[in-house]
């Protein structure tokens, strides 16, 4: 079956940077563009951005724009996330995501979550 | 961006009641809305795509319906494990999501 596992929490001080990965499994990895999804604690779902695990295009949101950088591996199915600069208020459980296109674009299945915590 | 705004933010109910929860785009987003549950401590799960398009696995008592800007998510016959937080998410243009719902039980 499809499957995402995600690697371990993180802890970084203000002004690091942290990179996450998401191994992908059971599906052709190059057919399928990956999302990152962050949600703060007790608040609700904030897109990222995208990569396309084909030709390795991104997209990303705005207010990460300048922050955030999307890779991938073919080699290993393994999708990256860096985030640079971070700030109390990237504290949060970021969770990678296959979009599914068709009558609407939905994500489907989601990573376990990787919890980062922003902290001096 | 397209703001979604859903309601109420949450609810109590009784196992076997009929649940509903709205979801409000602030634009024409067509029929381009998704709905995913998310219990405590867990990943979003995919529920109803496409408006009303029941995704595989997912219990008959769910189901969703709504186009344009308002859609609704409609919980038949309450189970003490759809206890959980439900999201709407559009894909009409730059992807966005609701505030959440949740539901207790």
């Known amino acids: 079956q499809v499957q995402f596992v995600q690697s371990g929490a993180e802890v970084r001080k203000p002004g690091a940077s942290v990179t996450i990965s998401c191994k992908s499994s059971?599906?052709?990895?190059?057919?399928?563009?990956i999302h990152w999804v962050r949600q703060a604690p007790g608040q609700t779902l904030e897109w990222v951005g995208w990569i396309d695990s084909g030709n390795g295009n991104t997209k990303y949101s705005e207010k990460f724009q300048g922050r955030v950088i999307m890779t991938t591996d073919k080699s290993t199915t393994t999708v990256y996330m860096d985030l640079s600069s971070l700030q109390r208020e990237d504290t949060a459980v970021y969770y990678c995501a296959r979009m599914v296109g068709g009558l609407a674009d939905f994500f489907h299945p989601w990573g376990q979550g990787t919890v980062v915590t922003v902290s001096s | 961006d397209i703001q979604m705004t859903q309601s109420p933010s949450s609810l109590s109910a009784s196992v076997g009641d009929r649940v509903t929860i709205t979801c409000r785009a602030s634009q024409n987003i067509l029929r381009k809305l998704n709905w995913y549950q998310q219990k405590t401590g867990e990943a979003p799960k995919l529920l109803v795509f496409a408006a009303s398009n029941l995704q595989s696995g997912v219990p008959s008592r769910f189901s969703g319906s709504g186009s344009g800007t308002d859609f609704t998510l409609t919980i038949n016959s309450l189970q003490p494990e759809d206890a959980a937080t439900y999201y709407c998410q559009q894909s009409y243009t730059t992807v966005t999501f609701g505030g959440g719902t949740k539901v207790e039980i």
């Open positions: 059971g599906y052709k990895f190059s057919e399928y563009n």
